[in-house]
């Protein structure tokens, strides 16, 4: 399968152009996936095939397969993408021309990520980001990027590199009207992408050049330029969209000039080329593609959301069916515990079946939420609440001289059950430690002295907890809290009430 996209690769560099025979290798390596159905080879094959046709600046062609890879990489299940770099860097070019610039941004920084710093991608990379950026309109953030390239470009010696970053910081000179900071630039550009055969590199600047010339009103220095632009994009069919843009300029050289015999061959070139790139790299053609691309990644997230909305549903079923379960289990044991009592004890078992579905809709209510510390907040109280009323109801059995002994019994276990276990503690603990980390953190440095249980209470009164909830969740006397709390304040003389004890 890979030896196929490999060998389709290669024809494509052989013809430079769209041919049979890499499309009929990357269909087949494709069907191949498809029916191995692994997402890492579905990632490699999709994006390769659609780096072909984006290549040849086929972006509609391009579309679909970029999308199921795209797709793939967002749901962040693959362990070890295969060419990790060079598939985050071709979904990323593609995204980023169909206007796409964050999605081109996050990509191209995961594609950085899997890059050593003296490798030539690195400088391309970052050059790209900035690009993205520059597209975004954030011109300082492009500015930093570039400029970064073409450091790191010189540190490896990367000539061709080197000279797009020049011919991109031209371009924020070009927009702030730095016209002849902009033409130096562009003119090292061309000189180095010249001795180093980087034709199309050479071509960008060129168009460019031209139109900065336009600006400057040295309309022969443009004419020559776009001469000179124009012979290596008749020498490539696929190169029309640039084709176009020469025309355009030539257009608006021919209305300040007054060139009549210019203006009409730039207007039919700009009614033939115009139906040509409708359909391919056109603005026209960009912009299909990008609401395209925009409709079926709201599908993509619209099927995630459903699978979502079903699974949280299925959560909820759960949690009502072990609810019912235990309600019905609680009230069979309640009600033979009331065939073995008097009826002046029936008051008593009643309570009890009410404290016990109380501390199950307190359960199901945390669970159907996402754990944070706002649902323990919750939990906790309306568990601190129970337990207060169960030992109200123990006291009262406790004064009773009539035996009871199987309702204190059921109602110890009861409240047993709502103090926090270590396991619910940690539980806790870790959600504290992903919401508060800084807080957190402050503790360990400036309190390393801290016992468990003063930890314990100082965590528990950053979350707003009152003294005697914090008795009851740690099943200690509100005597101790207050006292450590007062002891904390004196040892500390202040400064732990910078960190909530008040």
């Given at each position: 399968?890979?030896?196929?996209?490999?060998?389709?690769?290669?024809?494509?560099?052989?013809?430079?152009?769209?041919?049979?025979?890499?499309?009929?290798?990357?269909?087949?390596?494709?069907?191949?996936?498809?029916?191995?159905?692994?997402?890492?080879?579905?990632?490699?094959?999709?994006?390769?095939?659609?780096?072909?046709?984006?290549?040849?600046n086929e972006y509609i062609k391009a579309m679909p397969f970029f999308i199921?890879?795209?797709?793939?990489?967002?749901?962040?299940?693959?362990?070890?993408?295969?060419?990790?770099?060079?598939?985050?860097?071709?979904?990323?070019?593609?995204?980023?021309?169909?206007?796409?610039?964050?999605?081109?941004?996050?990509?191209?920084?995961?594609?950085?990520?899997?890059?050593?710093?003296?490798?030539?991608?690195?400088?391309?990379?970052?050059?790209?980001?900035?690009?993205?950026?520059?597209?975004?309109?954030?011109?300082?953030?492009?500015?930093?990027?570039?400029?970064?390239?073409?450091?790191?470009?010189?540190?490896?010696?990367?000539?061709?590199?080197?000279?797009?970053?020049?011919?991109?910081?031209?371009?924020?000179?070009?927009?702030?009207?730095?016209?002849?900071?902009?033409?130096?630039?562009?003119?090292?550009?061309?000189?180095?992408?010249?001795?180093?055969?980087?034709?199309?590199?050479?071509?960008?600047?060129?168009?460019?050049?031209?139109?900065?010339?336009?600006?400057?009103?040295?309309?022969?220095?443009?004419?020559?330029?776009?001469?000179?632009?124009?012979?290596?994009?008749?020498?490539?069919?696929?190169?029309?969209?640039?084709?176009?843009?020469?025309?355009?300029?030539?257009?608006?050289?021919?209305?300040?000039?007054?060139?009549?015999?210019?203006?009409?061959?730039?207007?039919?070139?700009?009614?033939?080329?115009?139906?040509?790139?409708?359909?391919?790299d056109g603005q026209e053609a960009i912009k299909l593609v990008g609401w395209?691309?925009?409709?079926?990644?709201?599908?993509?997230?619209?099927?995630?959301?459903?699978?979502?909305?079903?699974?949280?549903?299925?959560?909820?079923?759960?949690?009502?069916?072990?609810?019912?379960?235990?309600?019905?289990?609680?009230?069979?044991?309640?009600?033979?515990?009331?065939?073995?009592?008097?009826?002046?004890?029936?008051?008593?078992?009643?309570?009890?079946?009410?404290?016990?579905?109380?501390?199950?809709?307190?359960?199901?209510?945390?669970?159907?939420?996402?754990?944070?510390?706002?649902?323990?907040?919750?939990?906790?109280?309306?568990?601190?609440?129970?337990?207060?009323?169960?030992?109200?109801?123990?006291?009262?059995?406790?004064?009773?001289?009539?035996?009871?002994?199987?309702?204190?019994?059921?109602?110890?276990?009861?409240?047993?059950?709502?103090?926090?276990?270590?396991?619910?503690?940690?539980?806790?603990?870790?959600?504290?430690?992903?919401?508060?980390?800084?807080?957190?953190?402050?503790?360990?440095?400036?309190?390393?002295?801290?016992?468990?249980?003063?930890?314990?209470?100082?965590?528990?009164?950053?979350?707003?907890?009152?003294?005697?909830?914090?008795?009851?969740?740690?099943?200690?006397?509100?005597?101790?809290?207050?006292?450590?709390?007062?002891?904390?304040?004196?040892?500390?003389?202040?400064?732990?009430?910078?960190?909530?004890?008040?």
């Amino acid at each position: 399968m890979v030896n196929k996209v490999l060998q389709a690769e290669a024809y494509s560099k052989n013809f430079d152009n769209i041919n049979s025979e890499s499309i009929s290798l990357y269909l087949e390596a494709l069907s191949e996936a498809e029916k191995i159905n692994d997402e890492n080879l579905l990632v490699y094959v999709n994006t390769q095939v659609g780096f072909f046709y984006y290549s040849y600046n086929e972006y509609i062609k391009a579309m679909p397969f970029f999308i199921k890879s795209s797709n793939l990489l967002d749901k962040n299940t693959i362990d070890n993408i295969i060419q990790p770099a060079d598939v985050y860097k071709k979904n990323a070019y593609f995204f980023g021309s169909v206007n796409e610039h964050q999605k081109s941004i996050d990509y191209l920084l995961k594609a950085l990520a899997f890059t050593p710093s003296n490798s030539k991608l690195y400088a391309t990379f970052l050059n790209n980001i900035g690009s993205s950026y520059y597209k975004l309109g954030a011109v300082e953030n492009a500015r930093n990027y570039f400029i970064k390239s073409r450091e790191v470009s010189l540190e490896n010696n990367d000539k061709v590199r080197y000279a797009k970053t020049l011919g991109d910081l031209a371009l924020i000179h070009f927009d702030q009207k730095e016209y002849q900071k902009a033409i130096l630039l562009l003119q090292q550009d061309i000189e180095i992408s010249i001795q180093n055969n980087a034709d199309r590199n050479t071509m960008y600047a060129q168009i460019l050049l031209s139109k900065v010339y336009v600006e400057t009103n040295e309309f022969d220095k443009a004419k020559q330029t776009l001469a000179l632009a124009n012979e290596y994009v008749l020498s490539k069919d696929y190169l029309k969209s640039h084709a176009y843009e020469i025309a355009q300029i030539n257009l608006s050289i021919a209305l300040k000039t007054n060139d009549t015999a210019l203006e009409l061959q730039a207007r039919r070139a700009l009614d033939v080329l115009g139906a040509d790139i409708v359909t391919k790299d056109g603005q026209e053609a960009i912009k299909l593609v990008g609401w395209e691309t925009q409709k079926e990644q709201f599908y993509s997230k619209l099927e995630a959301e459903k699978d979502k909305v079903e699974k949280v549903n299925l959560k909820l079923w759960i949690v009502f069916g072990s609810a019912l379960f235990f309600i019905v289990f609680v009230f069979f044991m309640v009600r033979s515990i009331q065939l073995r009592f008097k009826n002046k004890e029936s008051l008593y078992q009643k309570n009890i079946l009410q404290y016990k579905i109380n501390q199950l809709q307190s359960e199901s209510k945390l669970n159907e939420y996402d754990l944070t510390l706002k649902s323990y907040q919750s939990y906790l109280s309306d568990q601190n609440k129970q337990m207060d009323l169960i030992e109200k109801e123990l006291d009262k059995l406790n004064t009773n001289t009539v035996s009871k002994d199987q309702a204190k019994v059921f109602l110890q276990e009861i409240l047993d059950q709502q103090k926090m276990s270590g396991t619910n503690w940690l539980a806790l603990k870790n959600i504290f430690v992903k919401e508060e980390n800084d807080y957190y953190n402050a503790l360990l440095e400036n309190f390393p002295d801290l016992s468990e249980m003063n930890f314990r209470i100082v965590i528990l009164n950053k979350m707003d907890l009152k003294p005697a909830e914090i008795a009851l969740v740690l099943n200690i006397k509100i005597d101790v809290v207050d006292d450590a709390l007062q002891r904390l304040r004196k040892k500390f003389k202040g400064m732990f009430d910078k960190h909530s004890i008040n």
